[in-house]
T-cell receptor
């Protein structure tokens, strides 16, 4: 079954305390793996696309990496404004127009 | 460059009623996808429209239907509403290419079914 699993469900960090979020997937025929950020009451906002194992992308305090069956979103020295839900999505499977989303990791960064 | 806009932002319906949600895609995007996001869950793919034709569908019953118009805007219609249809409905636009496609999302329409 094509699915995406994210862990942990929730993560509470102190400002400056680095950590990683995990996304594992069983979707076949990967066309791309996406990370989105979602703030309360808003739609997801695009962060990164990764296409193949070994690829890395960085943006400010965020760095996304991809292996054959999982991706990590590393957050270095987070700030309170990084608090949000981070969603992982995979494009692939039997319907290449379909994106499979995980349930997200809700990140709370305390000052 | 305008983003994706959705309307209405919030609405309340009763079980058995019908609802229409609207979406204007981002300038330059010709593909629209609809997603359902239940509270605390990730978005679930409903369907995608390209050139006014349905171009892929998720595991949703036929009472979920859609339209895409020549200007690439779109509607999502849900008939015979059920309590479980309460969710945030997200519209996303994109430009298809040979590889992966970045989805640009609207802020969503929050539907409550009583």
């Amino acid at each position: 079954e094509d699915q995406v699993t994210q862990s942990p469900e929730a993560l509470r960090l102190q400002e400056g305390e680095s950590s990683s979020l995990n996304c594992s997937y069983t979707v076949s025929g990967l066309r791309g793996l996406f990370w989105y950020r979602q703030d309360p009451g808003k739609g997801p906002e695009f962060l990164f696309t990764l296409y193949s194992a070994g690829e890395e992308k960085e943006k400010e305090r965020l760095k996304a990496t991809l292996t054959k069956k999982e991706s990590f979103l590393h957050i270095t020295a987070p700030k309170p404004e990084d608090s949000a839900t981070y969603l992982c999505a995979v494009q692939g499977g039997d319907n290449f127009n379909k994106f499979y989303f995980g349930s997200g990791t809700k990140l709370n960064v305390k000052p | 460059e305008t983003g994706v806009t959705q309307s209405p932002t919030h609405l309340i319906k009763t079980r058995g009623q019908q609802v229409t949600l609207r979406c204007s895609s981002q300038s330059g995007h010709n593909t629209v996808s609809w997603y359902q996001q239940a509270l605390g869950q990730g978005p679930q793919f409903i369907f995608q429209y390209y050139r006014e034709e349905e171009n892929g569908r998720g595991n949703f019953p036929p009472r979920f239907s859609g339209l895409q118009f020549p200007n690439y805007s779109s509607e999502l219609n849900v008939n015979a509403l059920e309590l479980d249809d309460s969710a945030l409905y997200l519209c996303a636009s994109s430009s298809p290419g040979a590889g992966a496609n970045v989805l640009t999302f609207g802020a969503g329409s929050r539907l409550t079914v009583l």
